[in-house]
């Protein structure tokens, strides 16, 4: 964004963009804010081409050939925290919870992360290309489908997906109308810039956009995803 037009736009408009449940791209996010910019503040701003804000986007992210050698890759990818550890994967595996990713990110990049900075081995991944971007539900229910080795609908196992925007909380609620006879669980969870104590405002507003998009559910942190899930099983058991 400072790039193309000297603005750096604050978290909260970004914030307030993806909220709006359509911008799960973070490419045509940053065209959406140039549109905006120029539209309300600098009318002369010449928007750029796609092509040439991947391009910049590229060099900035991942500081290398985005095909080439990760090894090479100098760019903010590098430096990105991790939100888990792999253990928090293989106790997913040791209570039976199959996992796997679909993420709006380039191939690569998610590669990138899931088995060289997490080490996980060839982790279950829909990613940018591989189906329509969220929150079309496509790679949701190929996902799901691949992981419960077989058709969704009844009597397939509970589906549950994990999200921090709006446009996951919209993909899975685009599932069940496609799949009225699957069960679909909607897990949400703020994003790590809003989960620091003077951010406690911003984050609940955030999350009660989660929670009006149709979130089942609101977790504090990834990682107690497990004991929410765990304790959903057990009490969907006991009422059985």
């Given at each position: 964004m400072h790039h193309f037009s000297g603005w750096c736009p604050p978290v909260?408009?970004?914030?307030?963009?993806?909220?709006?449940?359509?911008?799960?791209?973070?490419?045509?996010?940053?065209?959406?804010?140039?549109r905006r910019h120029q539209k309300g503040h600098d009318q002369a701003l010449e928007l750029p081409k796609r092509e040439q804000l991947i391009e910049v986007f590229s060099r900035f992210y991942f500081g290398g050939d985005p095909d080439g050698d990760p090894s090479h890759w100098q760019g903010f990818i590098r430096n990105e925290p991790l939100l888990?550890?792999?253990?928090?994967?293989?106790?997913?595996?040791?209570?039976?919870?199959?996992?796997?990713?679909?993420?709006?990110?380039e191939p690569p990049s998610a590669r990138f992360v899931l088995e060289q900075r997490l080490g996980l081995k060839n982790p279950a991944l829909?990613?940018?290309?591989?189906?329509?971007?969220?929150?079309?539900?496509?790679?949701?229910?190929?996902?799901?489908?691949?992981?419960?080795?077989?058709?969704?609908?009844?009597?397939?196992?509970?589906?549950?997906?994990?999200?921090?925007?709006?446009?996951?909380?919209?993909?899975?609620?685009?599932?069940?109308?496609?799949?009225?006879?699957q069960h679909f669980i909607s897990i949400a969870v703020a994003p790590p810039h809003l989960q620091s104590n003077d951010r406690l405002?911003?984050?609940?507003?955030?999350?009660?956009q989660l929670l009006l998009a149709g979130a089942d559910a609101l977790i504090p942190k990834t990682e107690s995803v497990q004991s929410h899930l765990l304790n959903w099983?057990?009490?969907?058991?006991?009422?059985?």
């Open positions: 909260a408009v970004i914030d307030a963009l993806k909220s709006e449940g359509s911008w799960n791209n973070d490419w045509d996010a940053s065209l959406e804010l140039l888990v550890q792999r253990s928090f994967f293989e106790e997913l595996s040791l209570n039976g919870l199959a996992w796997g990713f679909v993420s709006g990110a829909i990613a940018m290309g591989d189906a329509p971007d969220k929150p079309d539900p496509t790679g949701l229910m190929q996902l799901a489908s691949q992981l419960a080795g077989r058709t969704l609908g009844e009597g397939a196992p509970p589906i549950a997906y994990l999200g921090d925007t709006v446009a996951d909380v919209k993909t899975v609620i685009n599932a069940r109308h496609q799949l009225p006879n405002k911003a984050r609940n507003n955030y999350e009660q099983l057990n009490n969907k058991h006991h009422q059985n």
